[in-house]
T-cell receptor
Framework: DQQVKQNSPSLSVQEGRISILNCDYT??????FLWYKKYPAEGPTFLISISSIKDKNEDGRFTVFLNKSAKHLSLHIVPSQPGDSAVYFCAASGRSGSRLTFGEGTQLTVNP | GAGVSQTPSNKVTEKGKYVELRCDPISGHTALYWYRQSLGQGPEFLIY????????DSGLPNDRFFAVRPEGSVSTLKIQRTERGDSAVYLCASSFTRSDTQYFGPGTRLTVL
């Protein structure tokens, strides 16, 4: 079963606007959540993370929101830039860390 | 400093052959992970090393897959009797400790003909 799901395979936004990427999870043992960005022919690059004790974490243009009761997290990018165009993966791990469980990814395209 | 490196970047082999994929983690990182990414999917966990020992190998799909990390640094993923379904990008990641952020290498694209 897919414990981490990203239901939108793709998202297209205009430069300067907000991009919102969504992720849902089913495993209540997940304690730590991360977003990775991936360009073609490269490995995933860490973007931002959030612990289950928080509901928001911000780093520059990137903010991650966590709603534990809904088992939902989202990544907000504002303002979006063409260089943000990539595949974004949501990932989760348990309290003790180690293995990550990834979603299927969302292809973000930011149009100039 | 240098990131995670993986060799080769591409490997083409024939069904039934043996392959080895290498990972050089970030210096000082004690934890090392292997993942496999098939087309259109997210990375799937294969195995995790803490130091020299495999702390969790529950993601290895079958006994054709094996990995080692003999000196607690470089790791090799070994696949015996390759099958066409093994074709994927094999990703390696490392972290300072098991609870720290994992940093990924560029991956090895394996194609089994």
């Amino acid at each position: 079963d897919q414990q981490v799901k990203q239901n939108s395979p793709s998202l297209s936004v205009q430069e300067g606007r907000i991009s919102i990427l969504n992720c849902d999870y089913t495993n209540s043992m997940f304690d730590y959540f991360l977003w990775y960005k991936k360009y073609p022919a490269e490995g995933p690059t860490f973007l931002i993370s959030i612990s289950s004790i928080k509901d928001k974490n911000e780093d520059g243009r990137f903010t991650v929101f966590l709603n534990k009761s809904a088992k939902h997290l989202s990544l907000h990018i504002v303002p979006s830039q063409p260089g943000d165009s990539a595949v974004y993966f949501c990932a989760a791990s348990g309290r003790s860390g180690s293995r990550l469980t990834f979603g299927e990814g969302t292809q973000l395209t930011v149009n100039p | 400093g240098a990131g995670v490196s993986q060799t080769p970047s591409n490997k083409v082999t024939e069904k039934g052959k043996y392959v080895e994929l290498r990972c050089d983690p970030i210096s000082g990182h004690t934890a090392l992970y292997w993942y496999r990414q098939s087309l259109g999917q997210g990375p799937e966990f294969l195995i995790y090393f803490q130091g020299t020992g495999a702390a969790d190998d529950s993601g290895l799909p079958n006994d054709r897959f094996f990995a080692v990390r003999p000196e607690g640094s470089v790791s090799t993923l070994k696949i015996q009797r390759t099958e066409r379904g093994d074709s994927a990008v094999y990703l390696c990641a490392s972290s300072f400790t098991r609870s720290d952020t994992q940093y990924f290498g560029p991956g090895t694209r394996l194609t089994v003909l």
